[in-house]
């Protein structure tokens, strides 16, 4: 234990306060009385709490968890230390001077400073962060509701309030960032959650029951509302073009109304800026747009994601207590068993048996070498870089039995087996290099136009057509994409009129939507290459 960690510790007297500049106050978190120091300011918290300005070294020490509690003079030099970093003011203590003596004592009274109270408050708000769970509001979901309803009957009404329709702004953002948070903290500890293989197999199970019939409920809610809500805030449209517009600017010019006369306009300017960021992370979050899902969507997936990442996690907690082979505990087992070894002959031995590998010296085939390994020992911890090669028979090596003495097999002549294969391949290049040349096409060419198709043509066909629809994406009105092997390009752009297209092949007819399409041979010679 360290001094740090020891209650009893007598005084801080080894922190020197490294801490400079405006972030001092924040210097006693990296000390090694770290501990001390923040039950101290916690007293002085406590304190301000029950409207207590000053206190005394003997206040902060009584104030203490009796548990445990520092002598009073480590009380006094943490306040001496924090007071120097400027978590504290210190003001000499002149209630209790009852004669001249005491004037040269020091005796101060301590409260806390603006510098230490904002210190403490950064803290418990990085505290609450940490422990923020979080949780999916659906109750949320139709508060929001309701808010779009109040602005698209304010925005219908010729000259709405302006306290009435800020209001109804600052409560839609309010709910709207509340719901974002929580749905954000609390997806990151369904995460942890999912990840807790070692917790209690008991209490996970009990839980996650509970957590699944909640996802199931958030879920149906998210559709159900966030369609609900998508659709009014299609109806109040965009800060641009919308009857939201003149709403986000009413709410804009009653907030940069208190703003001073030389800075109304930059105000004015920067308070419509926020409010048209506010509504289009709002739409952003509930609407999809070509390219992007929308933050509900994307939320949606991943709540339902979840449901079978926990079953998984319940599958292997019943398994690991059904006794299975786990090759993950089983690893980490013989890991143990290795570390606990009391020298390396065991750790061999373990090996051994643990993985079935043994020394290939026991190959030793006749009288000679085993003469030369009695002359010249190899020792076991020998490496096999190192160590002299054994010579063994192939055979030996191939069945476990020497061959027998005699005449060697004769070398069989595989040319007319090379030739066949290279024939096969020279037939295969020419069938690819004939599809290709009837897949190209000079120019844009729509897909009802291409000529029936054969066999070698229509499978590269479909090879270039399936590149070309894996790369386009939502939006896009036309893909270009080449081949793996860098042979053939193919350009797909949709068809302004539509349609169905029919591709004839000798197995059929493929139909599918009408596009234009250019096919291009990149391995042919363009015209007039060869001419001089």
């Known amino acids: ?6 209650p009893h510790a007598s005084s801080p007297v080894g922190d020197t306060g490294r801490g400079d500049g405006p972030y001092q106050p924040f210097a006693h978190l990296t000390t090694e009385h770290c501990a ?5 300011m916690g007293v002085f918290v406590r304190a301000k709490q029950e409207f207590t300005v000053h206190l005394r070294p003997e206040d902060v020490h009584l104030g203490l968890p009796s548990e445990g509690r520092p002598p009073l003079e480590g009380v006094a030099t943490a306040l001496e230390r924090l007071a120097r970093w400027g978590n504290l003011r210190a003001d000499p203590d002149t209630s209790r001077v009852t004669a001249l003596e005491d004037f040269y004592r020091s005796r101060h009274i301590y409260q806390l400073s603006r510098a230490g109270e904002a210190a403490e408050e950064a803290l418990a708000a990085y505290d609450e962060a940490l422990g923020r769970r979080g949780e999916l509001q659906a109750v949320a979901l139709a508060d929001i509701t309701v808010q779009l309803r109040a602005l698209l009957a304010l925005a219908g009404q010729p000259g709405p309030d302006p306290a009435v329709v800020h209001l109804s702004l600052l409560a839609l953002v309010d709910r709207f960032s509340g719901l974002a948070e929580n749905a954000r903290a609390f997806m990151n500890s369904l995460q942890r959650t999912v990840d807790l293989h070692e917790a209690e197999v008991e209490v996970f199970l009990a839980y996650k029951q509970r957590l699944i019939e909640y996802l199931e409920r958030f879920i149906e809610d998210l559709v159900t509302r966030g369609a609900e809500i998508a659709g009014l805030l299609t109806e109040l449209g965009t800060p641009e073009a919308g009857p939201v517009g003149p709403l986000l600017r009413v709410a804009a010019e009653r907030e940069a109304s208190d703003a001073a006369p030389d800075a109304a306009a930059e105000a004015l300017a920067g308070s419509e800026r926020r409010w048209e960021g506010r509504w289009e992370g709002l739409r952003a979050w509930f609407l999809s747009v070509p390219g992007r ?3 509900a969507k994307l939320l949606r997936s991943a709540a339902r994601q979840a ?3 926990m079953l998984a996690v319940v599958q292997a907690l019943n398994e690991r207590r059904a006794g299975r082979s786990d090759r993950s505990a089983d690893f980490r087992e013989l890991a143990r068993w290795f570390a606990e070894a009391p020298d390396d002959e065991a750790r061999h031995r373990l090996w051994r048996s643990a993985f079935g590998l043994y020394s290939a010296r026991h190959l030793t085939i006749d009288q000679e070498a085993l003469a030369e390994r009695d002359a010249e020992p190899v020792p076991p911890s020998a490496s096999w870089y190192d160590a002299p090669g054994v010579r063994i028979s192939p055979q ?4 476990g039995s020497y061959e027998r003495r005699g005449r060697n097999r004769a070398v069989q002549d595989r040319a007319e087996a090379k030739a066949h294969l290279a024939e096969l391949a020279r037939k295969q ?4 290099a004939a599809a290709r040349a009837r897949l190209a096409t000079r120019g844009e060419v729509r897909l009802s136009d291409l000529d029936e198709l054969d066999r070698d043509s229509f499978r590269l066909f479909l090879q270039l057509l399936g590149d070309a629809l894996a790369k386009w994406r939502p939006g896009a009105e036309s893909v270009s994409t080449t081949t793996n092997d860098g042979t053939m390009e193919i350009r797909l752009t949709g068809f302004p009129g539509g349609g169905i297209a029919e591709i004839h092949t000798l197995d059929g007819i493929l139909r599918g939507p009408e596009h234009l399409v250019e096919i291009i041979d990149l391995t042919a ?8």
């Open 396 to 399: 030996l090596r191939r069945t």
């Open 525 to 532: 010679e363009p015209a007039g290459a060869g001419r001089a």
């Open 1 to 6: 234990m360290t001094s740090a960690d020891d």
């Open 307 to 309: 449901i079978p990442q």
């Open 293 to 295: 899902n929308s933050q």
């Open 36 to 40: 001390l120091y923040r039950r101290v």
């Open 429 to 432: 290049a020419e069938q690819t």
